[in-house]
Nanobody
Framework: QVQLVESGGGLVQVGGSLNLSCVASGTIFRINDMAWYRQIPGNQRELVARIDRSGKVKWQDAVKDRFAISRNNARKTVFLQMNKMEPSDTGVYFC???????????????WGRGTQVTVSS
């Protein structure tokens, strides 16, 4: 069974910074893409950033100049450094990872339970 656990969320003032982490654990043969999504109440979950094993990143345009995503493949961890935060960044941030549990399996997208981020003005 694969688990993704996010940490690092909390309350921050406008212009401040937070660093989110997400660790994958369990039966894991391979992790392809890892990503961060966020969900604002009343809205659909939206992609913040996705990173592949080589470090290539796909960004949401609204954050690409303020946020940074990175990963440590050996530690099965993905990070999201959020800077110059704005009230519109408020939401629940979810980690996802495309995981194959054994060499015979196709990758499937797995999700964490999310961590709340609140930016106060």
């Amino acid at each position: 069974q694969v688990q993704l656990v996010e940490s690092g969320g909390g309350l921050v003032q406008v212009g401040g910074s937070l660093n989110l982490s997400c660790v994958a654990s369990g039966t894991i043969f391979r992790i392809n893409d890892m990503a961060w999504y966020r969900q604002i109440p009343g809205n659909q979950r939206e992609l913040v950033a996705r990173i592949d094993r080589s470090g290539k990143v796909k960004w949401q345009d609204a954050v690409k100049d303020r946020f940074a995503i990175s990963r440590n493949n050996a530690r099965k961890t993905v990070f999201l450094q959020m800077n110059k935060m704005e009230p519109s960044d408020t939401g629940v941030y979810f980690c996802s990872a495309d995981v194959a549990e054994t060499y015979k399996d196709y990758v499937r997208e797995r999700w964490g339970r999310g961590t709340q981020v609140t930016v106060s003005s």
